[in-house]
């Protein structure tokens, strides 16, 4: 009960984020003529593309630190939407759902570098660009070499954040996969 209850909730905090709503005024504003799910991996491409630029190119601004900060935890809780569905899953195509999960990996890991260089305190004064994406991309995939270590509770609680995102993706996204192709044969 408390389970199916939690999915619901998920489920309608999930359409309240943009990952659902700029898709559905994609679809409204072109009269359906493109589909929602078009729209949503025009949306999945464009997160990508800017947490890249913003990793790479943009300077340090706090407002686009919440910006990113903001259009993470919305993502987030739509990947809950898709891991725990309130209706029945479909995989529509399975090599299509690797290849958004690779980029949504990807994603993750150049904003929440971006987030880390804007917000972040470490042992290393002065974190620089790439410092900042191979502490991320470290700390998602739980390698944690000690070299760069956070030093204020708030990256502290960011990176715990992101591991147990990167090792939840990780888990689900084989799962998923592992599901799909015992299904198939």
Known sequence: MLYEKSKKAISVLAS???NTLLPKFGAWATADRVEFY???EIYLVSRFIFSIVAALLLPVNLFLGFLV???QIGSL???LKIVFPAEKRGLRDSGRSLFF???HYLEIGFSMAYVYWSWGAFSVEGLSRVDSIYYSFVTMTTLGYGDIYPASDLTKMLAT???LVGMFMFAIVI???LS???QDH
């Open 161 to 163: 954040g992101q591991t």
């Open 175 to 177: 799962g998923l996969f």
């Open 69 to 71: 900060a903001f259009i």
């Open 38 to 40: 078009v729209w949503a």
């Open 77 to 79: 809780i739509y990947l």
């Open 16 to 18: 309240l984020t943009p």
């Open 180 to 182: 799909k192709s015992s």
């Open 101 to 103: 999960a690779l980029g």
